[in-house]
């Protein structure tokens, strides 16, 4: 895995780092964002959906678990996964989020330290702090075979980012 530490300030560069994401995303992966309440996990989400060709609304769902946003690139599908309001692991059992797991979808969860290690390894994990009203120092770990793409994807974006890893 290689990291990436970098600043985003304000919804705009929220939306780029997304959008960054999204464009080293494949069907089948799943993507671990972690933060404190209001610190820019559905703001993220919103670029990567943009970045999958998503043209639904992109909004929490944190009182529905599960928002499902069809796409227009090669991913099929993007589950956007809030699990804030689980308070237990064996809850996932009921949302049925195990048999969204295919090739053809993205899946994104916020809050994925509630389930207790029973989804699967994520394939990027980016964590997202606040450090000012609209700032964020962001840490994006992604496998090394996607790190150049990524730093790349973050390039054309006006976004710079501190490398750390094998890239």
């Known amino acids: 895995m290689t990291s990436f530490c970098l600043t985003t300030n304000g919804t ?6 997304g959008s960054a ?7 089948g992966d799943l993507v671990d964002l972690r933060g404190d309440l ?5 703001t993220t989400t919103v670029g990567i959906a943009k970045s999958l060709g998503v043209t639904s609304t992109v909004r929490s769902p944190t009182f529905t678990f599960i928002h499902h946003h069809r796409c227009t690139t090669q991913v099929q599908e993007l589950l956007h996964v809030d699990l804030y309001r689980v308070d237990h692991a064996a809850e996932l059992e ?5 048999d969204l797991f295919d090739d053809d979808t993205v899946v994104v969860v916020e809050w994925m330290e509630r389930a207790g290690g029973q989804l699967p390894a994520p394939n990027l994990t980016v964590e997202l702090v ?8 962001v ?8 790190a150049e793409a990524f730093l790349q994807a ?14």
């Open 12 to 17: 705009e560069q929220a939306h780029e780092l």
């Open 21 to 27: 994401i999204g464009e080293v995303l494949r069907g």
């Open 38 to 42: 209001g610190a820019g996990k559905t």
């Open 94 to 98: 009921g949302l049925g989020l195990f």
């Open 130 to 137: 606040a450090t000012g009203e609209t700032a964020r120092a």
């Open 139 to 146: 840490v994006v770990q992604i496998g090394d075979d996607r």
């Open 154 to 167: 973050l390039g054309r974006r006006g976004l710079q980012a501190d490398v750390s890893g094998p890239a």
